[in-house]
């Protein structure tokens, strides 16, 4: 099976099968070598760098009930808040000195942050940090509302597709969520000019390997600059209270397979690795990852955007933690880098 990790990195692709194999693969040797081809490659192409995004979690509020999610509208016992475009300057401007030239603004779909303030709050923080990189990730929004936050002087966009299969899509969401609009969606955002970034869960509840396959092929196909791929987590006042956690393991297959199949995309250790397992992120990293995205949001609000449980948000999760991130990824020879990390910008 090494055989087809080889052919992986070297065609950038498999037949079906071959993602079957690999994800099912349970022999210790061939996963070793397949987290090891995919270092190599994250290595070749960017050093023993990682990005650093600091994360802004703009609004708890949102629209959408995904059965999945603990910011979903049905749950009543979140405290909901959003941060006015003051907050968020602060915390750019606490962010830049630590470092960051990547501000992510995530969020629910919230009505009260409208378009017009969504495109002024991006237009401020341009205007403040010129040097700077700002990511969205604030869910369905129409092409003209996309076109003018990029027109503002956003540069990416963060928006899983969180599974490809149709069916799949109607198990993890109401149904007057579509699954062509969020596609559509990604489209739009490429045509456009973002860097675009998609991605899915893993182990979410009735995922299947012919799921994960066809997701695979999807982001092969969509070529997306940014890959977010994290184990799913059960949240209590959800409808999958219940359910099983997704597993590290398979997380970190797709993380190898996808830094092979894409050398240069920017994949991150996601929050979600980091919160199953004390050593999710340097295992994320050493299996292909290049990215980390710390916690910028303000402190008394980071407990009430809890999309999961336990979801981790200080220590080297929290912007103010950098120093002992770097610590913990130096003990895995890896650093810290402030530069804005631009997707293909970095082929060494
Ligand atoms: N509203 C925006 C959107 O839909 O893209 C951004 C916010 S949404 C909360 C960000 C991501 O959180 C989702 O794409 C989903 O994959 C992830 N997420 C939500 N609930 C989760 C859970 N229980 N476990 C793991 N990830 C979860």
Known sequence: ??????????????????????LTCRDPDVLSYLYAQAREVALANFGNNIYIRG?????????NNCYYCGIRKGNIQVERYRLSRETILDCCRQGYKLGF???????????????????????????????????????????????????AGANRYLLRHETYNKEHYRQLHPAEMRQDTRLQCLQWLKEIGYQ?????????????????????????????????????????NTPFTGSPSGSIEQTLRLLSIFRLMHPQALIPATTALATLAADGRERGILAGANVVMPNLSPQEVRGKYELYNNKASLGAEAAE????????????????????????????
């Not at 994360?55 to 629209?63: F, V, Y």
């Not at 401020?124 to 700002?134: L, N, S, T, V």
């Not at 092969?220 to 791929?229: A, K, N, V």
């Open 101 to 151: 030239r990547t501000f992510v603004l995530q969020g629910g779909e919230d009505a009260a942050q409208s378009s017009d303030w969504i495109e002024g709050t991006v237009a401020a923080i341009r205007g403040e940090f010129p040097d700077c990189a700002i990511t969205l990730s604030l869910g369905e929004k129409s092409r003209e509302e996309y076109e003018r936050f990029f027109h």
């Open 196 to 236: 675009t970034g998609t991605g899915i869960m893993v182990g979410s509840p009735g995922q299947t390997t012919e799921h994960l396959i066809e997701d695979i092929r999807f982001i092969e196909r969509f070529s997306p600059q940014m890959i977010g791929i994290g184990p799913f987590i059960p949240h209590p």
């Open 55 to 63: 994360l802004i979690e703009i609004s708890n509020c949102c629209r």
């Open 1 to 22: 099976m090494k055989i087809g990790v080889d052919r992986l990195r070297q065609e950038h692709s498999l037949p079906p099968e071959g993602y079957k194999a690999l």
């Open 321 to 348: 933690g950098l120093a002992a991130l770097d610590q913990q990824l130096s003990a895995i020879s890896y650093r810290i880098v402030t530069d804005r990390g631009d997707f293909g910008k970095y082929k060494l």
